[in-house]
């Protein structure tokens, strides 16, 4: 009796495992196979293509292998700013073979990226939250947290009440001196170089000192003060980001970011020291009852008022979200700048001569918004330079977008390089440098009102505009003041995509003091 109960025991067992095994199977096919294979019809009938889908993998192992052959390519001419083959060269071949409109595929999800001007201006004007924000990658959430930037819907709304108003222009002039703070005490340390050499110059790598610079006036940004126990954790964020940065190149199994690899081991114990610090960090200022005017205590303050907006584990992932996005956004445009400057140096010349004339107290706070050569020259670098490539929405449903019936689910990718490249909306010279493309202002510099997408624009656009624009703006007539520069012959031409737009072998410069008779104290 006992063994005939034990056979039946073990046949229902197997009948189970039968019948999960073939339910993982039909969704599996279902995921992987026809999916992919309805929404490739779907858009073939739209006249839209592109390249084949690959099972499970999509497009992800073409794209890595034209990444990994652009970066081991012939550096480009330092005159030359079209760098689309290198940054983004599966969009740039793409959109050759398929149109200004294409299909392919992150893993089994599948994207569409465009150049049309008016569909991308119908999924950045949306209001009702039909097209969503996404890492693209679920590695990035490690990164920039569950903050505004992926925020969606209602939860965006409680996210951008508490943020928005820190970056409010009467609150930014606090950005300027902080600023301003962190560039005294680096030319300072560009005077002790150049005093200890015989040729009275001095090489440096600008990438690096851009990199110290934003984290520092990030750090005031967020913390309100520079102590030790803060910066263990910016600095750890900052390695965050490049272990995240690897995950492009991780194979496209599904479930792989959860193996405890290395990379993935020493990223789950920063991501953990990370969110241990910043509670500390939060549970004193509660303890204290002292919030300051700070983002985090910005935070506290709503998070403690009648109707709790967000949440610890919230203000957690927006503290991620604001260094991750200030970080990266202010090192990447101060390290363009310096290099358009070294390379244009008439345009270095004429800045100077305005800020010694606009600008003539050490005291420059009230002074930028007289710079208008510098802004435009600003302009035109996050143009040519922008510090995101690309960027995507998701469609939260099925949707007709600019007459293409587009599916929910479906990432929709605009190359802002290739975008801010078009001669269609700059003109002849879209490839050439020419700040004075921005005399009238952003909205009339090209044939789009809204061709500018380096912050995007619309509902969801980048509330850190002004924030990164007067940080730059504030480091740079401070440089400009005390030191003149050029490329180094060591410097290697070669804009790489890593998050940002970085000089890939970084921006090494020869800076000069300013003959004694143009020095001005600092």
């Given at each position: 009796?006992?063994?005939?109960?034990?056979?039946?025991?073990?046949?229902?067992?197997?009948?189970?495992?039968?019948?999960?095994?073939?339910?993982?199977?039909w969704?599996?096919?279902?995921?992987?196979?026809?999916?992919?294979?309805?929404?490739?019809r779907?858009?073939?009938?739209?006249?839209?293509?592109?390249?084949?889908?690959?099972?499970?993998?999509?497009?992800?192992?073409e794209?890595?292998?034209?990444?990994?052959?652009?970066?081991?390519?012939?550096?480009?001419?330092?005159?030359?700013?079209?760098y689309?083959?290198?940054?983004?060269?599966?969009?740039?071949?793409?959109t050759?073979?398929?149109g200004?409109t294409?299909?392919?595929?992150?893993?089994?999800?599948?994207?569409?990226?465009?150049?049309?001007?008016?569909?991308?201006?119908?999924?950045?004007?949306?209001k009702?939250?039909?097209?969503?924000?996404?890492?693209?990658?679920?590695?990035f959430?490690?990164?920039?947290?569950?903050?505004l930037?992926?925020?969606?819907?209602?939860?965006?709304?409680?996210?951008?009440?508490?943020?928005?108003?820190?970056?409010?222009?009467?609150?930014?002039?606090?950005?300027?001196?902080?600023?301003?703070?962190?560039?005294?005490?680096?030319?300072?340390?560009?005077?002790?170089?150049?005093?200890?050499?015989?040729?009275?110059?001095?090489?440096?790598?600008?990438?690096?000192?851009?990199?110290?610079?934003s984290?520092g006036?990030?750090?005031?940004?967020?913390?309100?003060?520079?102590?030790?126990?803060?910066?263990?954790?910016?600095?750890?964020?900052?390695?965050?980001?490049?272990l995240?940065?690897?995950?492009?190149?991780?194979?496209p199994?599904?479930?792989?970011?959860?193996?405890?690899?290395?990379?993935?081991?020493?990223?789950?114990?920063?991501?953990?020291?990370i969110?241990?610090?910043?509670?500390?960090?939060?549970?004193?200022?509660?303890?204290?009852?002292?919030?300051?005017?700070d983002?985090?205590?910005?935070?506290?303050?709503a998070?403690?008022s009648?109707?709790?907006v967000?949440?610890?584990?919230?203000?957690?992932?927006?503290?991620?979200?604001?260094f991750?996005t200030g970080?990266?956004?202010?090192?990447?445009?101060?390290?363009?700048?310096?290099?358009?400057?070294?390379?244009?140096p008439?345009?270095?010349?004429?800045?100077?001569?305005?800020?010694?004339?606009?600008?003539?107290?050490?005291?420059?706070?009230?002074?930028?918004?007289?710079?208008?050569?510098?802004?435009?020259?600003?302009?035109?670098?996050?143009?040519?330079y922008?510090?995101?490539?690309?960027?995507?929405?998701?469609?939260?449903?099925?949707?007709i977008?600019?007459?293409?019936?587009?599916?929910?689910g479906?990432?929709?990718t605009?190359?802002?390089?290739m975008?801010?490249?078009s001669?269609?909306?700059?003109?002849?010279?879209?490839?050439?440098?020419?700040?004075m493309?921005?005399?009238?202002?952003?909205?009339?510099?090209?044939?789009?009102?809204?061709?500018?997408?380096?912050?995007?624009?619309?509902?969801?656009?980048?509330?850190?505009?002004?924030?990164?624009?007067?940080?730059?703006?504030?480091?740079?007539?401070?440089?400009?003041?005390r030191f003149?520069?050029?490329l180094?012959?060591?410097?290697?031409?070669?804009?790489?995509?890593f998050?940002?737009?970085?000089?890939?072998?970084?921006?090494?410069?020869?800076?000069?003091?300013q003959?004694?008779g143009?020095?001005?104290?600092?």
């Amino acid at each position: 009796m006992f063994s005939m109960d034990t056979n039946a025991g073990y046949a229902a067992l197997h009948s189970l495992a039968a019948i999960l095994a073939v339910s993982l199977i039909w969704r599996a096919l279902w995921h992987l196979v026809w999916i992919p294979y309805t929404v490739a019809r779907l858009f073939e009938r739209q006249g839209i293509r592109g390249p084949p889908y690959r099972l499970g993998v999509g497009s992800l192992l073409e794209m890595r292998r034209m990444l990994v052959a652009r970066r081991a390519g012939t550096p480009l001419d330092p005159g030359c700013h079209d760098y689309t083959t290198l940054a983004i060269p599966f969009f740039h071949k793409w959109t050759s073979d398929y149109g200004k409109t294409f299909l392919y595929w992150l893993g089994h999800v599948p994207a569409i990226c465009s150049t049309d001007m008016e569909l991308l201006k119908q999924v950045l004007n949306d209001k009702t939250d039909l097209f969503q924000k996404d890492y693209m990658n679920p590695s990035f959430e490690v990164i920039f947290g569950k903050g505004l930037l992926a925020a969606n819907g209602e939860d965006w709304k409680r996210h951008h009440k508490v943020i928005h108003p820190i970056f409010k222009q009467e609150n930014l002039k606090s950005v300027a001196a902080m600023a301003a703070e962190g560039t005294r005490k680096m030319i300072e340390q560009w005077c002790a170089q150049i005093d200890k050499s015989d040729c009275h110059q001095a090489e440096i790598d600008m990438r690096c000192y851009s990199e110290e610079l934003s984290l520092g006036t990030i750090e005031q940004v967020i913390i309100g003060k520079r102590y030790k126990e803060a910066r263990e954790v910016f600095v750890a964020g900052k390695e965050l980001q490049k272990l995240a940065l690897y995950a492009f190149s991780d194979p496209p199994i599904p479930g792989y970011r959860y193996l405890p690899t290395r990379r993935h081991l020493r990223s789950w114990k920063l991501d953990k020291l990370i969110t241990t610090k910043a509670t500390r960090f939060i549970e004193a200022r509660i303890a204290s009852g002292v919030y300051g005017d700070d983002l985090l205590g910005m935070m506290l303050k709503a998070h403690k008022s009648e109707v709790e907006v967000l949440s610890i584990e919230e203000i957690i992932g927006e503290c991620k979200t604001i260094f991750a996005t200030g970080y990266e956004s202010g090192s990447t445009l101060l390290t363009w700048v310096m290099f358009l400057l070294s390379s244009y140096p008439q345009w270095q010349e004429k800045i100077r001569e305005e800020v010694l004339r606009e600008c003539p107290d050490v005291d420059i706070t009230d002074d930028l918004g007289k710079l208008k050569l510098l802004n435009m020259f600003l302009l035109e670098t996050l143009r040519l330079y922008s510090p995101v490539p690309f960027f995507a929405r998701k469609a939260a449903s099925d949707t007709i977008l600019a007459n293409i019936k587009v599916p929910k689910g479906t990432m929709i990718t605009f190359p802002v390089v290739m975008l801010h490249r078009s001669k269609d909306i700059w003109g002849l010279d879209a490839d050439e440098f020419n700040p004075m493309r921005f005399e009238k202002g952003v909205s009339r510099a090209a044939k789009h009102g809204h061709a500018f997408f380096t912050f995007s624009y619309g509902p969801r656009g980048c509330i850190g505009r002004n924030y990164t624009m007067i940080q730059v703006q504030t480091m740079m007539s401070m440089i400009l003041r005390r030191f003149s520069f050029s490329l180094s012959s060591q410097y290697v031409h070669m804009p790489t995509n890593f998050i940002t737009l970085v000089p890939r072998y970084g921006l090494p410069l020869i800076v000069r003091n300013q003959e004694d008779g143009q020095k001005v104290n600092i």
